[in-house]
Structures are given as structure tokens and as C-alpha cells.
T-cell receptor, first 111, second 114 residues
Framework: SQQGEEDPQALSIQEGENATMNCSYK?????LQWYRQNSGRGLVHLIL?????REKHSGRLRVTLDTSKKSSSLLITASRAADTASYFC???????????FGKGTKLTVNP | DGGITQSPKYLFRKEGQNVTLSCEQN?????MYWYRQDPGQGLRLIYY???????QKGDIAEGYSVSREKKESFPLTVTSAQKNPTAFYLC?????????????FGSGTRLTVV
């Protein structure tokens, strides 16, 4: 199992702006997953991108994956106050591997 | 609706006391996990179970114990040997080897030592 490193650690933007957060990892992966955690709650699975995919969309979320750079980014477009949360990436080699979660990016969207 | 239920939401433990955190899922997932989260930190894996009657230690298993007698249930006991148990505990489940879906998490139990 390997841990992703999210960057930046904290991000503060205004409602309506786009938010971009990044994830780097060290070894080859089968897929990479992004999760959201609202304050005091459990994590919620947002999106999974496979190693053979370069970009994936889900509503206002856009995830990219660059396996040559071992990095991924999560873009939230037209952010809302309700997007305020911590976001975690989890690189996975698939199979029965356990996921490891880093410290995440804490996003604050100001109304 | 299918999901994971953790109880209680808040738990207070006295020094030297064992407490058990409940985790129940009705997703028919084979694998279940316990994580610990400290303020401003990531999640650290305590124990995990890929199948009924089998479980393995994670990175910080000392002072904790688990059982997996039923597919639906994976209770975590925080023993008196755990010297700093105040934290937020999260339970999760998944389908091992199935890479279309990620983990499903419960809403957590906040444990405080009093």
C-alpha cells in the first residue's frame, strides 16, 4: 500500500471559483481514488480513475491522471459553500490492497 | 438503503476501561476496515478483515482488538493498553478486488478519555 501526498494542505477560495488540488504518489498504480470528508463525518467516495485513463468527469468534478509524473489532480468547478471539506486521494494497486490516506487538502469555500 | 452504521456517535472512556465500538454493514461487502483519525491528520489503519473469521493487524494495532464472527459486523475494542485513545474512529467496507468502487465509510465514532 502507498500513501498519496495531497497539495496544498489548505485552500481558501470564493464561491463560484474553481478549486484545484493535487496528489502525488511513488509507485505504479492500478487506480487512484478521491474522497471527500465533511467536518466530523466519514469519508465519501467521489471518483475513481484507472491507470489507463487520463481524465474523468463527474458533475462538477474533473480528475486527471498522469502516470508518467505519478500525479493526479482534482478540479471542482463553480465551487459552492457546501464543497467546504477535506479531500483525500488514495492510490491503489488494486486487488485486495488496503487503502492508505494522507492528511488531505482542506478546502474552504467562502460565500 | 444500504450502508454502514457506526455506534455510538460519541463515547467517553474512563482510564483503565475497555470500550467497544460497533460497526455494522448491509452492503454484503466481504472486507471491512478500522481507521483512526487524529485532528488535522490522515487516517491510520488499525485492523482489517477480508473475510469472516479472519483479520489482520494494520499499522497501529497495539491496544486494540477486533472480531469478525459475522459478515455484517466488525466491532473494535479499545483496551486499557491503548494509552492515547482519544480520536475519531472510522469503519469502512469494500468488495476486495473490485476496482469499480471505492470504500464505503460509516459516519464515525468520536472517543474521548475522561
Amino acid at each position: 500500500s502507498q500513501q498519496g501526498e495531497e497539495d496544498p494542505q489548505a485552500l481558501s477560495i470564493q464561491e463560484g471559483e474553481n478549486a484545484t488540488m493535487n496528489c502525488s504518489y511513488k509507485t505504479s498504480i492500478n487506480n487512484l481514488q478521491w474522497y471527500r470528508q465533511n467536518s466530523g463525518r466519514g469519508l465519501v467516495h467521489l471518483i475513481l480513475i484507472r491507470s489507463n485513463e487520463r481524465e474523468k468527469h463527474s458533475g462538477r468534478l474533473r480528475v486527471t491522471l498522469d502516470t508518467s509524473k505519478k500525479s493526479s489532480s482534482l478540479l471542482i468547478t463553480a465551487s459552492r459553500a457546501a464543497d467546504t471539506a477535506s479531500y483525500f486521494c488514495a492510490p491503489s494497486q488494486g486487488g485486495s490492497e488496503k487503502l492508505v490516506f494522507g492528511k488531505g487538502t482542506k478546502l474552504t469555500v467562502n460565500p | 438503503d444500504g450502508g454502514i452504521t457506526q455506534s455510538p456517535k460519541y463515547l467517553f472512556r474512563k482510564e483503565g476501561q475497555n470500550v467497544t465500538l460497533s460497526c455494522e454493514q448491509n452492503l454484503n461487502h466481504d472486507a471491512m476496515y478500522w481507521y483512526r483519525q487524529d485532528p488535522g491528520q490522515g487516517l491510520r489503519l488499525i485492523y482489517y478483515s477480508q473475510i469472516v473469521n479472519d483479520f489482520q493487524k494494520g499499522d497501529i494495532a497495539e491496544g486494540y482488538s477486533v472480531s469478525r464472527e459475522k459478515k455484517e459486523s466488525f466491532p473494535l475494542t479499545v483496551t486499557s493498553a491503548q494509552k492515547n485513545p482519544t480520536a475519531f474512529y472510522l469503519c469502512a467496507s469494500s468488495i476486495p478486488g473490485h476496482t469499480n468502487y471505492g470504500y464505503t465509510f460509516g459516519s464515525g465514532t468520536r472517543l474521548t478519555v475522561v
